[in-house]
């Protein structure tokens, strides 16, 4: 069973969306503040690692990660 979920990509910068998925999930929904570049950032840990910048993927993520916001169920889903 899930407590919580993390959302990344194009549609985790929709409002409307994320609150849509948590009040029909009933979940908490976490959104990394890189949300639609999260593949970028986990490729620019994989180069660190590479380059010795980082020791590894929980090292690189630990220094280089961003705020998040959360979006909670029960929330009025509203267009922008």
């Given at each position: 069973r899930a407590d919580r979920l993390a959302m990344v990509g194009g549609p985790s910068e929709s409002p409307v969306w994320t609150q849509i998925l948590a009040d029909e999930?009933?979940?908490e929904i976490v959104l990394?503040?890189?949300g639609a570049y999260a593949g970028a950032l986990g490729a620019a840990i994989l180069a660190g690692i590479g380059r010795g910048v980082f020791t590894d993927e929980a090292s690189g993520f630990k220094r280089i990660r961003s705020g998040s916001r959360i979006v909670k169920p029960g929330g009025r889903a509203t267009a922008a």
């Open positions: 999930l009933g979940l990394p503040e890189a």
